[in-house]
């Protein structure tokens, strides 16, 4: 695990370094596979943002069997993401960026979408452990 920990750190600091370099309207034609990831994390960082936002103002709203069920559903939603978006091969772990991005998209709607439903017909428990 300190492997993995350490060599997300070390990317960290490279795309930070890269991002100096490379503006945002960059991101409109990127150079390479570095520009791609580079921009692929802002935008995937950018949905973590919301996704967390998203569940905090739904959690907000809930009872406290809404707030078990949504906590289980948020559970099994982070294990079936890593299960597609990302695996092990030897002494690597990879992601795959675009599915992980695109899977938090969808998850952040899914939590809006249940906020809605909160703040306007009511919480509906039975469709939080999605």
Known sequence: MKK???????ASGLMSFAGSALSNSACDKPRNNFDDMYCLSKVYQEADVELNKNYKKLMDKLD???K???KAG??????????NCSRH????FLVDLNCATQTTIQRAQFLQDRYRECISAGCQN???AQ
């Not at 948020?74 to 299960?83: A, E, G, L, S, V």
């Open 126 to 128: 039975s469709k939080l």
């Open 4 to 10: 993995v920990i350490t060599l997300m750190l070390a």
């Open 64 to 66: 406290a069997n809404g």
């Open 74 to 83: 948020q559970i099994d939603w982070i294990k079936t993401r890593n299960n």
């Open 89 to 92: 091969e030897g002494d690597n």
């Open 68 to 70: 078990t069920a949504l």
